[in-house]
């Protein structure tokens, strides 16, 4: 279940389709009437994290559902940058692990 | 204005249509499409191939979250003759042994080629891939998807994204063309081919899925694959193979997550409440010990009805901050984040993660429901080509088999394509369809989407063998889920939609209602028990192999829309 932090979301500057929204394989995400983007029917969300790592400000995040984990348990976030991608996890006492995974090769052909 | 509150949908009522001509037409661009787009281009530069995929290419169909493992790849010392033995002993000797072969023969030259378009592949010391497992290479997957849509991009592949494939056009009995629903535009898409590739994926969302509210898509299938690959065949009259082979998987309890690439990555043994390890146990004298793919689950549902249960794969043996531990994790971040945070929240669980099976689902990538193929990948229509979940009789293909296939149909297709001149499409039926496509945006009230497809799960669940059932079936179930499903098909006519995204939604419940109603009418015919959990008959409950080496097919009516049942043999040929 994705959350989007609207003090962190940047709308894509102007971007008529934004990041979150081009990518989102179950098109999920749309823009409300000022342009912020909207997870509609969010108990429709596969949970695949391609708009998390998407993001280019990194304002979505990704936390299991209440029904699932009631101990709100960990979020994460994850950027994919280049030929590597970036995660963090945050468990819930707020500690942090950092994983830098190579995502694409060098030298494609 | 609050942030993030929704409007109502503006769209229009009357659709534009759009027409295109091409060579080829590939409808999904999942797994097989991105790869047989890519094939075409490279055999012939000159031809026009186009790619209609509902998503965007980019994290579209199975691979949007990505893949730790490659399943299917000859290490040294195999070939595809042992890969086909493997294959024959895990799905009962019921599949067709030409496809596999076909498939194993590839499967090397599609991963070395996916590796130089920019997959990550671990290597050993002498060059050669890392196993994983017997038949499985470890990936670093997590932009696999994206690593082929780019491979799609740099071969000058024309893409459609966000346009739904709705219906095939067929014309004098050939496949001529599709057409597809603009889910942003809401326009009509009416393209023409000389050959057009199915790709579009199996099944989800038949069965009311584990979890309920936010957990209803935390499921193991990717949830927009809802079987219009399959529906697309069906409603134009193409012959359809082994739908009651339906796929259970053994997964992460809640988060869906694979067990079998977990258990094979990370050493995790299969353990009951008791800390028993159980499959040893069961392994002496059961009749499918050797098929690990049922076996591992049904010895679960065992444990479980013998009061053992819940059932863990036991990892305790990673600890928590060793190397081990911090490589599951990343194994993990590839491929199903949910089992990351999941692992993330259970510090203080012994290291164990819970694990259950899934609802069914109809696909042939991993189980062998499709279209019934010919080894050069014909469906039975001309001019129709399947490759990966949607084409049948070629079980654990995964994604690299996909692949395979996807390059065998595209040289296929432009083998066969030739001289083919589409002829014009009748304005009659482009007509028509724009009407049964827009029909729900102009009712005002009438049967939402969400509605009709929680209807659908129910009834699948309790009369055809879903979760609440523990799979299990009987005729007289089958037989109520058969009289029921044509009437629920029959309320189309009342689905309403608020806008663009509902109405694909509305389409989507549409294509699993007939591919529900082909796997009722399959699961009532195999009057036996070949595949635990997938296909348990309760009244039917032996394997019998002197009646039931065979084939169930089936073809549906264009016009009655009654189902027929066709045997064939294990050699694909004979026709009863």
Request: with cysteine; glycine share 10%.
């Amino acid at each position: 279940m994705v959350t989007i932090d609207y003090n962190v979301c940047n709308r894509c500057g102007d971007a008529k389709e934004k990041r979150c929204e081009r990518i989102c394989p179950g098109d999920l995400i749309t823009q409300d009437e000022g342009g912020w983007p909207v997870v509609r029917p969010l108990e429709d969300c596969w949970a695949c994290t391609s708009c998390v790592k998407d993001c280019p400000v990194a304002a979505i995040s990704l936390r299991l559902p209440f029904q699932i984990e009631q101990d709100a348990g960990a979020s994460l976030k994850a950027s994919a940058r280049g030929d590597k991608t970036f995660w963090t996890i945050t468990d819930r006492k707020g500690e942090k692990e950092e994983f830098t995974l190579e995502a694409v090769r060098k030298n494609v052909s | 204005m609050k942030v993030g509150q929704l409007a109502p949908e503006r769209y229009r009522m009357t659709t534009k249509v759009v027409n295109i001509d091409t060579d080829i037409l590939i409808i999904g661009g999942g797994a097989a499409g991105c790869y047989a787009a890519v094939e075409a281009k490279t055999l012939e530069p000159g031809v026009r191939c186009l790619i209609m995929e509902k998503a965007h290419i980019d994290r579209s169909g199975c691979l949007a979250m990505g893949l730790n493992s490659i399943n299917a790849y000859l290490h040294p010392g195999q070939d595809p003759g042992s890969y086909l033995n493997y294959v024959k002993k895990e799905f009962m000797d019921v599949l067709r042994e030409d496809l596999v072969l076909s498939i194993a023969e590839g499967l090397n030259d599609v991963v070395r080629k996916v590796e130089k378009w920019g997959l990550p592949i671990e290597k050993t010391n002498d060059g050669n891939y890392k196993p994983r497992g017997k038949r499985g290479v470890r990936v670093h997957g997590e932009r696999l998807k994206p690593i082929l849509a780019e491979a799609v991009r740099r071969s000058k592949v024309n893409v459609l994204n966000r346009v739904a494939a709705t219906n095939l056009i067929v014309s004098d009995g050939r496949v001529t063309g599709a057409f597809g629903l603009g889910v942003r535009d809401g326009q009509l898409y009416v393209v023409k081919a000389r050959g057009v590739i199915v790709a579009a994926g199996g099944a989800s969302g038949l069965y009311r899925p584990a979890n309920s509210g936010n957990g209803r898509h935390l499921i193991w299938y990717c949830p927009w694959n809802v079987g219009t690959g399959y529906a697309l065949g069906i409603r134009a009259g193409a012959e359809m193979t082994s739908f009651e082979n339906r796929f259970v998987a053994l997964r992460v309890k809640d988060v869906q997550a694979p067990t079998g690439t977990l258990a094979l990555g990370a050493g995790a043994k299969q353990i009951n409440a008791r800390g028993e390890p159980y499959l040893d146990k069961y392994y002496a004298d059961h009749p499918i010990r050797n098929s690990s793919t049922y076996f591992r689950l049904l010895t679960t549902m065992l444990e479980n009805a013998a009061g053992r249960g819940p059932c863990y794969l036991d990892l305790s043996h990673l600890g928590r901050g060793t190397k081990e531990e911090r490589q599951f994790k990343e194994d993990l971040l590839h491929m199903s984040p949910t089992a990351a945070l999941l692992w993330a929240g259970r510090k203080g669980s012994g290291g164990r993660l819970e694990i259950s099976g899934s609802e069914p689902y109809i696909v042939g990538g991993h189980g062998e429901a499709g279209y019934w193929i010919d080894v050069r990948r014909r469906t039975s229509l001309p001019g129709l080509y399947a490759a990966g979940d949607v084409a049948g009789g070629a079980p654990k293909k995964y994604a690299s088999g996909s692949w395979v296939e996807g390059r065998i149909a595209a040289r296929t297709a432009l083998e066969e394509m030739g001289s083919v001149e589409t002829p014009d499409i009748d304005a009659d039926i482009v007509e028509r369809e724009k009407e049964r496509v827009t029909a729900p945006l102009k009712r005002d009230t009438g049967i939402r989407p969400q509605d009709m497809e929680e209807r659908l799960q129910k009834l699948m669940d309790e009369y055809a063998g879903g979760l609440s059932t523990r799979y299990e079936l009987n005729e007289e179930r089958l037989l109520i889920a058969r009289d029921l499903l044509p009437g629920l098909r029959s309320h189309a006519d009342l689905l309403t939609a608020g806008g663009y995204h509902e109405l694909v939604s509305a389409l989507e419940v549409l294509d699993r209602i007939d591919v529900a109603r082909v796997v009722v009418e399959h699961l009532l015919y195999r009057k036996e028990t070949r595949w635990p959990c997938s296909q348990s008959r309760l009244d039917y409950p032996e394997r019998d192999d002197d009646r039931w080496l065979r084939f169930v097919n089936s073809m549906m009516d264009t016009k009655t829309g009654a189902i027929k049942i066709i045997e064939r043999g294990l050699n694909g040929n004979d026709r009863l």
